[in-house]
């Protein structure tokens, strides 16, 4: 099956340091991957989608130059935190899009982002 | 703007008691619906893609069914092991691109 894996899955930081996520889809090629926050105990925020080869699309109120995401190749997508605050403490979840007659989305285990 | 609600918000079942999950979307141009399953602290493990209404899918202990107003997550027979959160999400048109909704899904506790 599609596999998709993120590094790290927990990462604590200083306020004002920058973290990178990375996520990769392990036996596919993804041109299309998504990033997601969640916070306790709701559902996922689409946060940008990522496309190979171009530039990320943001959902409304994410900041552009807070999250920085680049999608290097077609197996790997990197969300960078920048200048992080306690308030970007959250769990990020990242997919791979496999499209075609089976489109659907496979999720990778989620990165905790504790920001001190 | 796509909206993608699941009732109940959370849902205490006993061993073997069967029981149903909704999920009611008002989305445009949909393209898909899928359903999810997550653990506390881990990413959605993928269950279920639906194109279209009438359409069906099983896994298990765990049934799919599609309208096109609505999905349904039916559940036979649950085991403790089937305790999770249960996401529904859809694929849709918007704006020129497509866009994923998630709902706030249910919250499954099958009891021994």
């Known amino acids: 099956g599609a596999v998709v894996s993120q590094h790290p899955s927990w990462v604590i930081c200083k306020s004002g340091t920058s973290v990178k996520i990375e996520c990769r889809s392990l036996?596919?090629?993804?041109?299309?991957m998504f990033w997601y926050r969640q916070f306790p105990k709701q559902s996922l925020m689409l946060m940008a989608t990522s496309n190979e080869g171009s530039k990320a699309t943001y959902e409304q109120g994410v900041e552009k130059d807070k999250f920085l995401i680049n999608h290097a190749s077609l197996t790997l997508s990197t969300l960078t935190v920048t200048s992080a605050h306690p308030e970007d403490s959250s769990f990020y979840i990242c997919?791979?899009?496999?499209?075609?007659?089976?489109?659907?989305?496979?999720f990778g285990p989620g990165t905790r982002l504790t920001v001190l | 703007e796509d909206q993608v609600t699941q009732s109940p918000e959370a849902l205490r079942l006993q061993e073997g008691e069967s029981s149903s999950l909704n999920c009611s979307y008002t989305v445009s141009g949909l393209r898909g619906l899928f359903w999810y399953r997550q653990d506390p602290g881990k990413g959605p493990e993928f269950l279920f893609t639906l194109y279209s209404a009438g359409e069906e899918k099983e896994k298990e202990r765990l049934k799919a069914t599609l309208t096109k107003k609505e999905s349904f997550l039916h559940i036979t027979a649950p085991k403790p092991e089937d305790s999770a959160t249960y996401l529904c999400a859809v694929l849709a048109n918007s704006g020129g691109y497509q866009k994923v909704t998630f709902g706030t899904g249910t919250k499954l506790q099958v009891i021994p």
């Open positions: 997919s791979a899009r496999v499209g075609g007659t089976t489109d659907t989305q496979y």
């Open positions: 036996d596919f090629q993804a041109t299309t």
